[in-house]
């Protein structure tokens, strides 16, 4: 039978020290790059042994990583947060600027069938409407504000 080459891991244990060192991703095929006298992969994949010390060496990595940047996982998901919330935005503001549009083509439409008159009959029922569309500004710049009157519309 044919010894085993680093029975006692010794060169594993320094090649994963090494990975560590240098911040490079621990993976098999990269410690069968490097380890000296082990070049297959399936050396490592099929010893317990081995494979245990590779994981434990990936795990201290996870955890220096997460320990000398804490934020590093968290500022790429709050990076893409930010990226859907920005994209919403977008469309509500396109939905605002098209409830303006047809709002401004209602009013149009009820002044072409009625006139004043029906313009006062339909604004008294949605006064509140026209009032929450002053407070967002959704009157166009060059629009003419007519107030009504209070009392009894005209005939």
Known sequence: MKPRADDDNTELAGV???????????TVREVARRHPSLRNASAFTRDPDRMR????SQARQQHLRTTL?????????????????????????????????????CIQAVMVAGGMAALERFWKEYREVGEK?????????????????KGKPAP
């Open 133 to 149: 569309l002053r407070e967002v500004s959704a009157y166009p710049d060059a629009a003419d504000v007519v107030e009504f009157r």
């Open 16 to 26: 994963l020290d090494a990975l560590l060192a240098s911040d490079v991703d621990i």
């Open 53 to 56: 010390l590779i994981q434990h």
């Open 69 to 105: 940047n804490p934020h590093a996982e968290r500022a790429l998901t709050l990076s893409e947060k930010l990226d859907v919330k920005s994209g919403h935005a977008t469309e509500l503001e396109a939905q605002v600027r098209a409830l303006v549009t047809s709002h401004a083509a």
